[in-house]
């Protein structure tokens, strides 16, 4: 659907000014797989939502009560280096979300000019 999003790992690197209309515009939603002291530590890429891998059976199962990710809207995830993100699409593949992408790194984020700010709760 959105050609700027890369189907699983690759040498590319996301469009993050695309990415991040798109995020604004509440038409993807953006999820940092790492921990919270990942995170504290470095920050998020703007617009995500923190959602540690250990949580997502918890947080995103639609069939779950109190699901905090919502179906039909495409999802990018990224952790450190890739490596969670990847688990982190393969999990929300197999609970039903059919659009999801695996951005990599934070490092691909910013590198690929995407904003970072601090986290907080």
Do not use: H
């Not at 798109?22 to 530590?41: H, K, P, S, T």
């Not at 490596?83 to 929300?92: C, N, Q, V």
């Amino acid at each position: 659907m959105f050609n700027f999003l890369r189907p699983g790992r690759s040498a590319a690197r996301p469009d993050a000014a695309a990415l991040s209309r798109e995020i604004a515009a509440g038409r993807l939603v953006l999820i940092d797989v790492r921990e919270v002291a990942e995170a504290q530590a470095s920050g998020l890429a703007e617009g995500a939502r923190l959602i540690p891998l250990s949580l997502l059976p918890l947080k995103c199962d639609p069939r779950q009560p109190g699901c905090e990710l919502p179906q039909g809207v495409p999802v990018a995830v990224y952790c450190a280096a890739g490596g969670r993100s990847g688990m982190a699409a393969d999990t929300l593949r197999r609970m039903g979300y059919a659009e999801v992408t695996n951005l990599g790194g934070l490092g691909d984020w910013a590198a690929a000019g995407g904003k970072v700010v601090p986290f907080t709760r």
